[in-house]
C-alpha cells in the first residue's frame, strides 16, 4: 500500500523552505523514482522573487503556484488528456499556453472552505506568476522559441510582458487597478492624530493605538509592528529608535502560517521626534503593566498583545485596525467633513496607508528629498518613493492651476460691465 502510494508520487513537485548563506530562501523539489525529494532546476526562477524590495511570503506564494501548475499538468499528462499529451513524450520542453490556460481555469471552478467560487484576483495573481515563469522558460529556451509571449509600453514607456493565456472568466486586472489609499490629504497630521485619539477611546483601540503611531511616525509594515518586543524600543528624550527585527521564533512559535507576521527588512528605524508620541508610547506601557496583573503573557516581553494574553498576530492587527476606521470615518460623518470623508473613502483604507502618510509627511510636511525619504521608510530603491514625489507634484501643480483659474474667474468679473457695453456699441454701429 506505502509502495504503491510511493509510486504515484513519483514525478511530484512541492517546496519548502530551506538556507542559503544563512538567508531563508525556498526551494522547490520532485519526488525522484526512489522516493527521495531532490532539488528540481526550475527553483532557478524564484530567484527572480529574492530582493531586499520583497519578502519571503512572496516568494513562497511563487513557489506554491508553480508546484501547484507543475502538479497540475503532470496529473492532466497521466491521466491521458489529449492537451497533454506533448508533455508525456517531451516534458517541460512540451509546455504550450494551453497549459496555463486550463490551469487557471481550473483554478477559476475551485470552492473555498467557505464553500464560496474562488476570487478572481486570486487567480489573477497566479496568472501573473505564471505569465513570469513561462518568460522565465522562454528566455532560457526550455519551450518553444515559436511560442510568442506578447509584450506592451506602461504609462512610463517601459516594456511589460502580458498574459498569453486565455480565461473563461477573464482577468478583473485587465482592469483599472485601484490602488489603496496612500495620503491624508492636505489635512493629514490634523486626521493623523484623530485617527490615533480614535483608537485609543476605545478598549479593543488601545491595544493598537501605539502600533498606528509607530507606523505614522516610522512608516512601519503591519509585520514588522507586531515583531516588536518592549526591548526593542529605545528612548532618548523626545526621540525614539526601533530595533525592527524578525522575532517570529520567539513571538509566532505557535503559528504555522506566519505570512501575515514577516518583517520584509530587518533595520534600526528612526521615529519622527514628537512629544505626542513619547506620551503614546507611556499609555501604552502603563496599560501593558496592568494587563499583565490580570491576564498572564505567553511572550513576557511582547509589546502588542491580544484579549489572550498571546502576542498580536498580522491578522489581529488588521481586523482592530479596519475597527478603529469604521469608528473614525463614522466621526467625520457626525462632524459633517464630508471633504474628508471623500478623501478617506476613495480608496482601499488598509494598514499600508499609514507608510504612505508617513511617506508624504517626509516629504511634503518636512520638505525631505527622494533619497532622503527613501532611506527613512528603509527602502533600498528611490522607485516606490519618487512615484510619491510624482503624485505631490502633480496634485500641488493642479491646484496652482485651480487657484489661477479662480483668481482669472475674480478677474474676468470686474472686466463683464466692460465687455457687455462694447457688445452694445457693436450691436449699435
Same mark, same amino acid.
Given at each position: 500500500m506505502t509502495e504503491d502510494? $510511493?509510486?504515484?508520487?513519483? !514525478?511530484?513537485? %512541492?517546496?519548502?523552505?530551506?538556507?542559503?548563506?544563512?538567508?531563508?530562501?525556498?526551494?522547490?523539489?520532485?519526488?525522484?523514482?526512489? #522516493?527521495?525529494?531532490?532539488?528540481?532546476?526550475?527553483?532557478?526562477?524564484?530567484?527572480?522573487? *529574492?530582493? +531586499?524590495?520583497?519578502?519571503?511570503?512572496?516568494?513562497?506564494?511563487v513557489a506554491s503556484c508553480i508546484c501547484q501548475f507543475l502538479n497540475?499538468?503532470?496529473?492532466?499528462?497521466?491521466?491521458?488528456? @489529449?492537451?497533454?499529451?506533448?508533455?508525456?513524450?517531451?516534458?517541460?520542453?512540451?509546455?504550450?499556453?494551453?497549459?496555463?490556460?486550463?490551469?487557471?481555469d481550473f483554478v477559476d471552478d475551485q470552492i473555498n472552505k467557505r464553500g464560496q467560487r474562488v476570487k478572481r484576483d486570486t487567480v489573477d495573481r497566479k496568472e501573473y506568476i505564471l505569465t513570469d515563469f513561462y518568460?522565465?522558460?522562454?528566455?532560457?529556451?526550455?519551450?518553444?522559441? @515559436?511560442?510568442?509571449?506578447?509584450?506592451?509600453r506602461n504609462e512610463k514607456g517601459d516594456l511589460k510582458n502580458a498574459s498569453p493565456f486565455v480565461r473563461k472568466r477573464g482577468n478583473s486586472q485587465k482592469e483599472p487597478v485601484i490602488k489603496d489609499l496612500r495620503d491624508f490629504g492636505e489635512n493629514r497630521q490634523q486626521i493623523l492624530v484623530e485617527?490615533?485619539?480614535?483608537?485609543? %477611546? &476605545?478598549?479593543? !483601540?488601545?491595544?493598537?493605538?501605539? #502600533?498606528?503611531?509607530?507606523?505614522?511616525?516610522?512608516?512601519? *509594515?503591519? !509585520?514588522?509592528?507586531?515583531?516588536?518586543?518592549?526591548?526593542?524600543?529605545?528612548?532618548? $528624550?523626545?526621540?525614539?529608535?526601533? +530595533?525592527?527585527?524578525?522575532?517570529?521564533?520567539?513571538? &509566532?512559535?505557535?503559528?504555522k502560517n506566519t505570512a501575515k507576521e514577516e518583517v520584509k527588512k530587518e533595520r534600526t528605524q528612526d521615529l519622527l521626534p514628537s512629544e505626542y508620541l513619547i506620551a503614546i508610547y507611556n499609555d501604552h506601557l502603563a496599560w501593558l503593566k496592568s494587563f499583565k496583573k490580570q491576564v498572564p503573557l505567553?511572550?513576557?516581553?511582547?509589546?502588542?498583545?491580544?484579549?489572550? #494574553? *498571546?502576542?498580536?498576530?498580522?491578522? !489581529?492587527?488588521?481586523?482592530m485596525f479596519k475597527r478603529v476606521v469604521t469608528k473614525y470615518l463614522k466621526v467625520l460623518l457626525a462632524q459633517e467633513r464630508y471633504d474628508d470623508y471623500t478623501f478617506l473613502t476613495s480608496k482601499p483604507f488598509n494598514t499600508h496607508t499609514l507608510r504612505g502618510v508617513f511617506t508624504n509627511?517626509?516629504?511634503?510636511?518636512? #520638505?525631505?528629498?527622494?533619497?532622503?525619504?527613501?532611506?527613512?521608510?528603509?527602502?533600498?530603491?528611490d522607485t516606490t518613493v519618487a512615484e510619491y514625489q510624482e503624485q505631490l507634484t502633480a496634485r500641488q501643480?493642479?491646484? *496652482?492651476?485651480?487657484?489661477?483659474?479662480?483668481?482669472?474667474?475674480?478677474?474676468?468679473?470686474?472686466?463683464?460691465?466692460?465687455?457687455?457695453?462694447?457688445?452694445m456699441k457693436d450691436s449699435t454701429s
Amino acid at each position: 500500500m506505502t509502495e504503491d502510494k $510511493g509510486i504515484q508520487n513519483i !514525478g511530484q513537485y %512541492s517546496y519548502r523552505q530551506t538556507f542559503l548563506e544563512d538567508k531563508k530562501v525556498y526551494t522547490i523539489f520532485v519526488i525522484d523514482p526512489n #522516493g527521495i525529494k531532490v532539488p528540481h532546476p526550475v527553483t532557478d526562477f524564484l530567484r527572480n522573487y *529574492r530582493s +531586499d524590495s520583497m519578502s519571503a511570503a512572496r516568494e513562497r506564494q511563487v513557489a506554491s503556484c508553480i508546484c501547484q501548475f507543475l502538479n497540475y499538468a503532470r496529473n492532466m499528462t497521466l491521466s491521458g488528456d @489529449e492537451d497533454f499529451n506533448e508533455l508525456y513524450h517531451n516534458g517541460f520542453f512540451g509546455l504550450n499556453f494551453i497549459h496555463g490556460s486550463r490551469f487557471l481555469d481550473f483554478v477559476d471552478d475551485q470552492i473555498n472552505k467557505r464553500g464560496q467560487r474562488v476570487k478572481r484576483d486570486t487567480v489573477d495573481r497566479k496568472e501573473y506568476i505564471l505569465t513570469d515563469f513561462y518568460v522565465f522558460l522562454h528566455k532560457n529556451s526550455v519551450i518553444s522559441s @515559436e511560442l510568442i509571449i506578447p509584450s506592451y509600453r506602461n504609462e512610463k514607456g517601459d516594456l511589460k510582458n502580458a498574459s498569453p493565456f486565455v480565461r473563461k472568466r477573464g482577468n478583473s486586472q485587465k482592469e483599472p487597478v485601484i490602488k489603496d489609499l496612500r495620503d491624508f490629504g492636505e489635512n493629514r497630521q490634523q486626521i493623523l492624530v484623530e485617527f490615533i485619539d480614535t483608537a485609543k %477611546s &476605545f478598549k479593543g !483601540g488601545r491595544t493598537i493605538a501605539l #502600533g498606528i503611531a509607530f507606523q505614522a511616525f516610522g512608516g512601519l *509594515r503591519r !509585520g514588522e509592528v507586531v515583531n516588536l518586543t518592549t526591548g526593542s524600543v529605545l528612548k532618548n $528624550g523626545i526621540t525614539m529608535i526601533l +530595533d525592527v527585527k524578525d522575532r517570529q521564533t520567539d513571538l &509566532f512559535a505557535h503559528k504555522k502560517n506566519t505570512a501575515k507576521e514577516e518583517v520584509k527588512k530587518e533595520r534600526t528605524q528612526d521615529l519622527l521626534p514628537s512629544e505626542y508620541l513619547i506620551a503614546i508610547y507611556n499609555d501604552h506601557l502603563a496599560w501593558l503593566k496592568s494587563f499583565k496583573k490580570q491576564v498572564p503573557l505567553l511572550v513576557e516581553d511582547a509589546l502588542f498583545v491580544n484579549r489572550f #494574553g *498571546r502576542p498580536l498576530t498580522g491578522k !489581529g492587527y488588521e481586523k482592530m485596525f479596519k475597527r478603529v476606521v469604521t469608528k473614525y470615518l463614522k466621526v467625520l460623518l457626525a462632524q459633517e467633513r464630508y471633504d474628508d470623508y471623500t478623501f478617506l473613502t476613495s480608496k482601499p483604507f488598509n494598514t499600508h496607508t499609514l507608510r504612505g502618510v508617513f511617506t508624504n509627511i517626509c516629504l511634503d510636511d518636512i #520638505g525631505m528629498s527622494v533619497r532622503q525619504t527613501a532611506n527613512a521608510r528603509g527602502d533600498t530603491y528611490d522607485t516606490t518613493v519618487a512615484e510619491y514625489q510624482e503624485q505631490l507634484t502633480a496634485r500641488q501643480k493642479m491646484d *496652482r492651476a485651480i487657484g489661477q483659474l479662480a483668481k482669472a474667474v475674480v478677474d474676468a468679473a470686474a472686466s463683464k460691465d466692460f465687455i457687455a457695453k462694447m457688445n452694445m456699441k457693436d450691436s449699435t454701429s
